[in-house]
């Protein structure tokens, strides 16, 4: 088990295309959080997703951004017609849906976003 | 919204120093951790602590949570040239899965 992947680590778009992070959580793990972290910040809260449901977007604008976990393969995070505001990191997290351990959060390596 | 803040927002100390972060927080919460990133990695846990508890250890990490002054700390002690990281905290406000709240952290720098 790999932990959380995700990919692609960097990601160079121009401003107006379309941006895709995926993310694969921890094996057995349901839930799935996005955060995104400016230069110098903390992780600011976007989206929570379980297999097929968002459970919690209220982080995430409502506009230009999607987020979505199918039942087979990876979470995904859209960006629409992406902006110089929008380079940041994206760090995708995963949790067990139940036990000892369902508060814990498991983090992937990020994608590095930048817009030109 | 940030939960809270980290104090101080950067630290410097030679080897084998302790080191000591403070976090502040502004509403009720079920657990607080702490989380460690190296520069340009992802977050790692390393300590849970429920709103019961009021002091808990792991290695040469000890926590302590006030949640009457909304506030805990993180000591890590005998530190290392590794130990250099940012050190956020994170508050659960549930029991169950529920997104964490970051704080902005705080930037340890270990001397070697």
């Known amino acids: 088990n790999a932990g959380v992947m995700q990919n692609p680590r960097h990601l160079v778009r121009r401003r107006g295309q379309e941006a895709r992070l995926r993310c694969s959580p921890m094996k057995g793990h349901s839930h799935v959080y996005w955060y995104r972290q400016l230069p110098e910040e903390g992780l600011k809260f976007m989206v929570y997703l379980q297999k097929e449901n968002i459970i919690?977007?209220?982080?995430?604008?409502?506009?230009?951004?999607?987020?979505?976990?199918?039942?087979?393969?990876?979470?995904?995070?859209?960006?629409q017609q992406v902006v110089r505001g929008d380079s940041a990191a994206y760090f995708c997290a995963s949790s067990p849906g139940g036990g000892l351990a369902k508060n814990i959060q498991y983090f992937g390596a990020g994608?590095?976003?930048s817009v030109l | 919204?940030?939960?809270?803040?980290?104090?101080?927002?950067?630290?410097?100390?030679?080897?084998?120093?302790?080191?000591?972060?403070?976090?502040?927080?502004?509403?009720?919460?079920?657990?607080?951790?702490?989380?460690?990133?190296?520069?340009?990695?992802?977050?790692?846990?390393?300590?849970?602590?429920?709103?019961?508890?009021?002091?808990?250890?792991?290695?040469?990490?000890?926590?302590?949570?006030?949640?009457?002054?909304?506030?805990?700390?993180?000591?890590?002690?005998?530190?290392?040239?590794?130990?250099?990281?940012?050190?956020?905290?994170?508050?659960?406000?549930?029991?169950?899965?529920?997104?964490?709240?970051?704080?902005?952290?705080?930037r340890l720098s270990v001397i070697a």
Request: aromatic residues 6%; positive net charge.
């Open chain 1, 111 to 113: 994608t590095r976003l």
């Open chain 1, 56 to 79: 919690d977007e209220s982080g995430m604008p409502k506009e230009r951004f999607s987020a979505e976990f199918p039942k087979e393969g990876p979470s995904i995070l859209r960006i």
């Open chain 2, 1 to 106: 919204s940030q939960q809270g803040e980290e104090d101080p927002q950067a630290l410097s100390i030679q080897e084998g120093e302790n080191a000591t972060m403070n976090c502040s927080y502004k509403t009720s919460i079920n657990n607080l951790q702490w989380y460690r990133q190296n520069s340009g990695r992802g977050l790692v846990h390393l300590i849970l602590i429920r709103s019961n508890e009021r002091e808990k250890h792991s290695g040469r990490l000890r926590v302590t949570l006030d949640t009457s002054k909304k506030s805990s700390s993180l000591l890590i002690t005998a530190s290392r040239a590794a130990d250099t990281a940012s050190y956020f905290c994170a508050t659960g406000p549930g029991s169950g899965n529920t997104p964490l709240v970051f704080g902005k952290g705080t």
